[in-house]
């Protein structure tokens, strides 16, 4: 009897989910297409190229509205049971609510697992196409700069170029300045700087070394001069949603890169870390508060409580939204801004759990 009725609710939610994100999406594609079409038609885009990119663009949204498609799905399946006295017939059958969950838990394990490993590695690779594309038509006036270049590559150390060109990897007016305790120390400078690829060493062209101590200054210069520093021809290219297009070990490997370098900008990617590993947890947590919610027959109908559910979604998309960008700005820990309103949510199911009718 438990596993018919387990696998009755677990196919209603499984549909509903499909059925909630293809919808959801497809209409986000639609709003999408018609705002950049302008920039589509500017750039003679064949249907080839936009089918292939909206392909990229679909399971990207889709993964990252998962968490609350899934809590939508949820309370409208729920609300729908309970509208036509399924539940009350289930829990009269002696079905505890607590097994009435196991379904549900099912559901959210297989969402939660798909998009982790979806999110951890393969929407990443087909978001290097996506980016790609948006870099090279959409973007690329607002976010693409090859001008007045600023680099931390080390805890002291601060690095300027006026130019770079990425074709032949090379940069103009370079300056190498290493600060202690916002004093200058030392400051090397070059009108270029260009990457060896045999010896994997930057060839500094017309270099001048100056430095700082104890009110005396030495200075040497030079025609030609190898250098090792802590950067590669790729830290150059246009970093335009970078931390969409790296896969979990690609941005572990690119956070300690940057820790390594004593970098400034570490919040954006650490906090897309994070989220990698809370949302199973989000899907599971706003399941559980989707069917608590939505389990008991209203007067006001199955309307109603999916109207709540939409209610408590957005809440948490803004409570989330709001945490994320005051991590952003380096005024709280990426892992506890991401991981806040799981917590909160989960003591306000456990709140809710404790007032529904048995």
């Not at 196991?102 to 990443?124: E, K, N, Q, R």
């Not at 990897?169 to 370079?174: C, E, L």
Request: hydrophobic content about 45%.
């Amino acid at each position: 009897m438990f596993r018919l009725i387990d696998r009755y609710i677990l196919k209603k939610f499984l549909f509903t989910y499909v059925f909630v994100v293809s919808v959801i999406v497809s209409v986000v594609c639609i709003i999408d297409m018609t705002d950049k079409n302008e920039k589509f038609i500017r750039n003679n885009l064949g249907a080839k190229q936009l089918i292939g990119y909206y392909l990229d663009f679909f399971p990207y949204i889709a993964n990252m509205i998962s968490p609350i498609t899934v809590f939508i799905a949820v309370v409208f399946v729920t609300a729908k049971l309970a509208a036509h006295t399924e539940i009350i017939a289930m829990l009269a059958g002696g079905v505890s609510f607590k097994r009435l969950m196991w379904p549900y838990l099912m559901g959210a394990l297989i969402i939660g697992g798909a998009s982790f490993y979806l999110t951890g590695w393969v929407i990443p690779n087909s978001n290097k196409t996506r980016v790609a594309f948006e870099v090279q038509y959409l973007e690329k006036s607002t976010y693409y700069s090859e001008e007045n270049i600023h680099l931390k590559i080390a805890p002291e150390l601060y690095m300027y170029i006026k130019n770079y060109q990425g074709q032949s990897n090379t940069g103009y007016h370079f300056t190498l300045e290493r600060i202690n305790n916002t004093k200058l120390v030392e400051k090397l400078s070059a009108q270029q700087i260009k990457w060896v690829a045999d010896s994997q060493r930057w060839e500094l062209i017309n270099w001048k070394s100056r430095s700082f101590k104890d009110f005396k200054e030495d200075i040497s210069f030079g025609d030609k001069m190898d250098t090792v520093l802590n950067i590669e021809p790729d830290d150059f290219s246009n970093q335009y949603r970078l931390y969409e297009t790296l896969t979990l070990d690609e941005l572990n490997s690119y956070i300690r890169e940057l820790r390594s370098r004593g970098a400034d900008d570490i919040e954006m990617y650490a906090i897309e870390k994070y989220i990698r590993f809370s949302s199973p947890f989000t899907v599971i947590i706003l399941t559980f508060i989707g069917l608590i919610v939505s389990a008991r027959k209203s007067r006001e109908g199955a309307g109603f409580q999916i109207a709540l559910g939409f209610l408590l979604a957005f809440i948490y998309i803004i409570f989330f939204t709001f945490t994320r960008s005051i991590a952003e700005v380096g005024a709280m820990n990426p892992a506890l801004a991401v991981w806040i309103p799981n917590i909160i949510f989960t003591f306000v199911g456990a709140f809710l759990y404790k007032t529904l009718p048995r």
